[in-house]
């Protein structure tokens, strides 16, 4: 079964078809981030956060996280909304928050299904045996090979990259139904150890690795001609890995590529705010991960004073404010996603029948 497609929303025809302005009843977002905390346990050199160059984060306090009593609020109107699914990411490390493994066993315990993106450098001890039992999956995020490198690219002792290593081995050891992915970050520095990296993985009990390229620029253009110089060595290297290292036990998802077509947009409204919104840390409600913390053209409104349930079903016009042409040539994951939704919605009712 795939992990990875795009498709995942045409199994919720009701929540597409009530996603056009004027279409009528405003429904819950399928799936929910969750940004409990801006404070982070490592620097990355290369964090979209915290990277002065890039949109993403740019009005970002790190000082910022949820209280637990508006978390709290936040768990019973998801359960009460029927959303399906909530994601902890940053902003910072979702393992910093204090109150993580409370919210996701409430979570968990409402039936909603629960997953979360990591450094690894704090998944142990309570928080790692809720996710272990009553997750869905578990991302680490890494790019070094050992302990310098880990060091050198994250503003961490070189202990870290052990410590990160021993952590997944344990988590896997907890024997539980999550699944255990790391996603690679690859950089020039680290495009000899792609493949390297995928071994030691596997060999250490990971049930995916997904390769990934780092973004360095707004322009999908610089991004490119930053990661030309090695592009073909770590091609080589990430499709080696899925020929050789993928089995029924390991996946291998190549997501290493050129980025231009993420960046320009040709759609005047963004199908998938309604779909995957941001709860951010600093009690803010985004349109997406890569608009977080973008005070100017990124927020659908403050949930500060209210309830997020009440904020979301007052309307539909907060979701047609921000136009993807003009105001999100930038980074964009949904960017391919969006493009199916439109040509799904767009379809001429008179000619559905010439399948």
């Known amino acids: 079964m795939l992990l990875y497609t795009s498709l995942k929303i045409f199994h919720y025809q009701e929540k597409l078809d009530s996603l056009p302005l004027g279409s009528g009843e405003v429904k819950a977002p399928i799936h929910i981030r969750i940004k409990p905390t801006n404070i982070c346990n490592h620097s990355c050199s290369y964090c979209a956060y915290r990277a002065s160059n890039l949109q993403l984060g740019q009005d970002m306090d790190i000082k910022d996280r949820i209280p637990a009593s508006k978390m709290a609020e936040i768990v019973e109107d998801c359960i009460d909304m029927g959303v399906k699914a909530v994601t902890f990411s940053g902003g910072g490390e979702p393992f910093c928050y204090p109150h993580l493994a409370e919210t996701a066993r409430s979570l968990a315990d ?89 071994q030691r993985l596997k060999d250490i009990g990971v049930n995916s690795v997904k390769f990934s390229a780092c973004v360095v620029s707004n ?37 290493y590529h050129h980025l231009d077509e993420k960046f320009s947009k040709n759609y005047d409204w963004c199908p998938y705010q309604q779909i995957l919104p941001i709860i951010a840390a600093d009690q803010r409600v985004y349109s997406c ?22 904020f979301w079903f007052d309307g539909q016009e907060k979701f047609f404010t921000i136009k993807p042409s003009r105001d999100c040539n930038h980074h964009c994951v949904s960017n391919g996603k969006n493009i199916m939704i439109h040509e799904y919605i767009g379809a001429d009712p008179e000619h559905l029948p010439f399948v």
């Not at 045996?129 to 790019?143: K, L, N, P, Q």
């Not at 290297?237 to 997501?255: G, I, P």
């Open 289 to 310: 991960q890569d608009k977080a913390y973008n005070l100017d053209c990124g927020v659908l409104g403050s949930i500060r004073e209210q309830r997020f349930k009440d």
């Open 219 to 255: 322009e999908g253009s610089e991004n490119n001609v930053y990661h030309q110089p090695v592009f073909e060595k770590i091609k080589n290297q990430t499709q080696r890995a899925v020929e050789e290292l993928a089995d029924d036990n390991f996946e291998v998802f190549d997501s």
């Open 110 to 198: 409402g039936g909603i299904s629960i997953a979360s993106l990591s450094n690894g450098g704090l998944l142990k001890g309570e928080a790692a045996e809720v996710f272990a039992h009553r997750g869905t999956w578990i991302r680490v995020s890494m790019d070094g090979w050992d302990g310098p490198s880990y060091a050198k690219f994250r503003g961490v002792s070189e202990d870290e990259f052990g410590r990160v290593m021993q952590n997944i081995e344990n988590f896997q050891k907890l024997d539980g139904p999550c699944f255990l992915g790391v996603s690679y970050i690859i950089n020039r520095d680290n495009a000899d150890h792609v493949f390297e990296m995928g």
